[in-house]
């Protein structure tokens, strides 16, 4: 099971703030006009030093609709200079630069793009670092498991029983991190650290945090994690949380436990 994990956090439409000078709206009027060819690549790097928050923003967004479009994707990728600048881009000083730069991590790929990744998966913004855990489980690339690892083992004990303003953003990490990882070897350290870090939400307080926990455990876990489960598995049905899982969950987290008895153990 993979749940859906697209997350529309972006801010609203800057072009209409009537606060900004005529010639800032012009710069990012030709920025990111989605009409004719797009600027050339150095073009718009040169806009990610501008004073205005709001043009770095258009520059950076830019950049990644380069990045994806078929006729220029080739020249953004290739564009000496852009890799440090998203970098940069990662930990601007204004929070809509920040979360726009997530989307450049596509430009790069998991590996090149895996430092300034992994500090938005950090970043004290929480719809930032929601964006970024989404590309984390896009790529299933265990260069952001390290980071992943970090952001639950720092945020465990309110995420055990996070508030409703928490709550979206805890249960993704947990699956964000089993994703990352699950392509690694058995004996990868990264898998094994993964599964470390997600069994004690095992015992969340939350019914969807335990069943998503079980889930990512499916994909980085091994045969000692199946007893574990089975033990969830037995205080759901006696009814032991506050809130329990359906019966069709049950009977899911059951199916993950017998699969996880039945893997070769490595730890």
Known sequence: MRPAHRFDTQPGSLHSSPMLPPVLILTIALISSSHGPLP?????LTQFEAASDQVRRSAVETYSKGCRDRRARMR??????ALSRFERAATDPATQVRRAAVAMATCFGPQKS????????????AATSLKAMNQVA??????TTA??????????????APGDDEREHCIFALYATGQSARHEPRESKLKLGAAK??????????PKAREVSAVALSFVGGRS?????????KKEEQG????????????QLHGIARQLSQTSESR
């Open 114 to 125: 895996a430092p300034a990744l992994s500090k938005l998966v950090a970043d004290s913004d």
């Open 76 to 81: 953004y990728r290739k564009q000496p200079g």
């Open 147 to 160: 980071a992943m690892i970090t952001w639950l083992t720092k945020h465990r004990a309110r995420c055990m």
């Open 225 to 233: 994690d199946a007893e574990p489960i089975m033990e969830l598995v």
């Open 138 to 143: 896009d790529f299933s690339d265990a260069s």
């Open 197 to 206: 870090a997600l069994l004690p939400f095992l015992s969340s307080d939350v």
């Open 240 to 251: 032991s949380f506050s809130l329990v899982n359906s019966a069709e969950v049950i009977a």
């Open 40 to 44: 050339p690549p150095v073009q718009v």
